[in-house]
């Protein structure tokens, strides 16, 4: 029946939710709303609203939501139409006539309803009778409870090939072929698809019986036969647009907050069984965009507890590159993983359902799963192995659609890999060198090997560096009991700058050889290399106090790292202008102040030296050496 947009809104507006939700629930009025303890999930104080203007009504404990139609479908049961034509009845409409081709696919939709309840029927039945013996002693073998068995509908499909066609007699032989109970092969006689299994109905949201899975129950007389088997797609069932469980389990989900998904369908009937009912699974098939958008509509992060062995650690990482494009703000993905080798129902069995809880109670991020998942996947003792890493990340990151998830994705991962590739040297323990004397400690000036020194003066003089790089290196020559305290920044400076990197490579050697937290400058036999005549900072200065050159020369250190991070972020966001012109313009200026703010920090490091240079001048004007010619009258 075609019902239009806008008839279906002319219908709420005619009429009164809280006249329509007034018949089953107490109201309250509030203010311009009423309020009432939620039908939905038990409660004691009213967190249900109902907005007559609006037209909705919400739950702010369970997150229910809809409108008038939706109340008569979600808390009543009624179908979808019969909804529509109760509350056109009250609203003095009249229901569109109805399409002749649709109401033909409608009329067939609900003959094949009709064969899968019968089918249904006939299961329950047959597994009460002698024929069911060897499922109901499977059953009692994983330790269902009788609940369990009725709420979930088990049933039984005897053996013979041609028994649900004398069963279901009532239908045409093709409506049990279309609604997948039979199979049609050309040149020979239909035959049952279900045959000795033990028998499970799948429902769609509403809860009706769409089609079945079947789990074998003598897998060593027919050894080659699928362990589960489940109805083929038809105009009632499609597998990639269906979850197992979810008219159960989305109730359950409203008061608990979560929703877990499971392999296969008696992973999640084992959860129900231990007392777990938010749990789904899907239908022989990795999980699909829709049924992730599905799983959205219930919880915005889902958690995925597939089991422990390889097989379910693969299918964890499909759902995850399913969902990368998908992801957006507030949605994503959680991930359990099972100890290996076990499935839910092993772990409850093994260890109670206190494992599994405390489990689901912290699963871990999308994020943290991809990038275990990665390192783990194949060897990382080289430099090339290790570059595969990265690429492997950086393409999964690509992936991501939405701007600014995908560009946090690419900060974290990098980050994670730069950690993992490139770790901090170890921080050596201080030991001061030279001897102690009345009035103070007398550093004794460190002395290096003949080939350190011949390397580090190699270094030193050769390279093209700027003005910053020369002055931490000299810096450091003239305080290398520094160069252990900014170890790790002056590695990463080294990976990141070609120019610099022998020089301080060999700093830090030379460090090593110096028993480390030196306090006099660097001993080389012709002298130390005096800086370029152009570089202006304190630390360099043989009168500046110690702690203050010390201090400065940090400063230093933290500007040169800085340096490359802040290019490196300018070229992207300038890289970034064709396919996100406006936040690139944005990140670009904020880069730019930024980068305006360094440069004012190096100046004012020279213009303290300018400035000490100038008192020190004018200190010796005032206060001349004797002898110098001046008047000490």
């Known amino acids: 029946?075609?019902?239009?947009?806008?008839?279906?809104?002319?219908?709420?507006?005619?009429?009164?939710?809280?006249?329509?939700?007034?018949?089953?629930?107490?109201?309250?009025?509030?203010?311009?709303?009423?309020?009432?303890?939620?039908?939905?999930?038990?409660?004691?104080?009213?967190?249900?609203?109902?907005?007559?203007?609006?037209?909705?009504?919400?739950?702010?404990?369970?997150?229910?939501?809809?409108?008038?139609?939706?109340?008569?479908?979600?808390?009543?049961?009624?179908?979808?139409?019969?909804?529509?034509?109760?509350?056109?009845?009250?609203?003095?409409?009249?229901?569109?006539?109805?399409?002749?081709?649709?109401?033909?696919?409608?009329?067939?939709?609900?003959?094949?309803?009709?064969?899968?309840?019968?089918?249904?029927?006939?299961?329950?039945?047959?597994?009460?009778?002698?024929?069911?013996?060897?499922?109901?002693?499977?059953?009692?073998?994983?330790?269902?409870?009788?609940?369990?068995?009725?709420?979930?509908?088990?049933?039984?499909?005897?053996?013979?090939?041609?028994?649900?066609?004398?069963?279901?007699?009532?239908?045409?032989?093709?409506?049990?072929?279309?609604?997948?109970?039979?199979?049609?092969?050309?040149?020979?006689?239909?035959?049952?698809?279900?045959?000795?299994?033990?028998m499970l109905p799948i429902h769609d949201a509403r809860g009706r019986v769409i089609a079945f899975g079947g789990r074998i129950l003598d897998s060593e007389s027919n050894p080659?036969?699928?362990?589960?088997l489940n109805s083929p797609d038809t105009p009632l069932f499609d597998k990639g647009r269906t979850l197992y469980n979810l008219h159960r389990a989305a109730p359950a989900a409203r008061q608990t907050g979560r929703i877990i998904v499971v392999e296969g369908y008696m992973d999640a009937i084992a959860l129900a069984n231990a007392g777990i009912a938010e749990a789904v699974a899907p239908l022989g098939t990795a999980l699909t965009e829709n049924q992730i958008e599905l799983l959205w509509r219930q919880v915005e992060r889902p958690i995925l507890c597939f089991d422990g062995d390889n097989a379910g650690q693969r299918a964890a990482m499909r759902a995850i590159e399913r969902a990368l494009p998908m992801l957006r703000p507030g949605h994503s993905l959680s991930i359990v993983r099972l100890p290996a080798g076990m499935d839910p129902d092993d772990l409850i069995r093994e260890r109670g359902v206190s494992a599994i809880e405390e489990m689901l109670s912290s699963p871990a991020s999308l994020l943290d799963t991809l990038w275990e998942f990665e390192k783990a996947a194949a060897p990382l003792n080289s430099p090339e192995e290790k570059a595969g890493l990265k690429a492997r990340l950086m393409d999964h990151v690509e992936a991501i659609a939405h701007p600014d998830i995908r560009a946090l994705y690419k900060r974290e991962l990098s980050q994670r890999f730069s950690d993992f590739a490139f770790p901090p040297r170890p921080q050596r323990e201080f030991k001061p060198r030279g001897e102690w004397k009345k009035g103070g400690f007398k550093a004794v000036s460190p002395q290096l090997s003949a080939d350190a020194e011949r390397r580090l003066k190699h270094a030193i003089e050769g390279g093209s560096r700027d003005t910053l790089a020369s002055a931490v290196i000299h810096g450091m020559l003239r305080h290398p009991g520094e160069i252990a305290r900014h170890e790790a920044a002056l590695a990463r400076v080294a990976q990141s700058d070609r120019n610099v990197g022998s020089a301080i490579d060999s700093l830090l050697a030379a460090a090593e050889t110096l028993d480390s937290h030196a306090q006099s400058p660097i001993s080389l036999p012709e002298g130390l290399p005096a800086p370029p005549a152009n570089i202006r900072f304190a630390f360099l200065d043989e009168g500046t106090d110690p702690v203050d050159a010390c201090e400065e020369l940090a400063e230093a250190v933290s500007l040169l790292v800085e340096r490359p991070a802040l290019e490196a972020a300018l070229a992207a966001a300038t890289a970034r202008f064709e396919s996100d012109p406006e936040g690139a313009f944005v990140e670009q200026q904020q880069l730019l102040k930024r980068k305006l703010e360094f440069e004012a920090r190096l100046g004012q490091m020279a213009s303290r030296k300018a400035a000490s240079a100038t008192a020190k001048d004018s200190d010796a004007a005032q206060d001349p050496e004797p002898g110098s010619g001046a008047s000490t009258d």
Not at 114 to 127: H, I, R, Y
Not at 224 to 228: D, G, H, I, M, V
Request: proline fraction near 5%; charged fraction near 30%; include cysteine.
């Open 1 to 198: 029946m075609a019902l239009s947009p806008q008839w279906l809104d002319e219908l709420r507006m005619r009429t009164t939710l809280s006249a329509v939700i007034g018949r089953t629930v107490r109201l309250t009025k509030a203010g311009r709303e009423f309020k009432a303890c939620c039908p939905f999930h038990n409660e004691k104080t009213p967190s249900f609203y109902v907005n007559d203007e609006k037209g909705f009504y919400h739950c702010f404990g369970c997150e229910a939501h809809g409108d008038a139609i939706r109340w008569l479908t979600d808390q009543r049961g009624m179908p979808f139409m019969d909804a529509v034509k109760e509350l056109a009845a009250e609203a003095g409409m009249e229901v569109p006539a109805p399409d002749p081709q649709a109401a033909k696919r409608a009329e067939k939709r609900a003959s094949l309803h009709d064969v899968t309840a019968a089918a249904q029927d006939w299961f329950e039945a047959n597994l009460r009778s002698a024929d069911g013996a060897a499922a109901r002693a499977y059953l009692s073998r994983r330790g269902f409870s009788d609940k369990t068995m009725r709420e979930f509908g088990f049933g039984y499909a005897p053996q013979n090939r041609q028994a649900s066609k004398a069963a279901l007699s009532r239908f045409d032989q093709q409506m049990l072929i279309e609604a997948g109970m039979r199979i049609e092969v050309e040149g020979k006689d239909p035959y049952d698809r279900f045959r000795a299994r033990l």
């Open 224 to 228: 080659n036969a699928p362990k589960y």
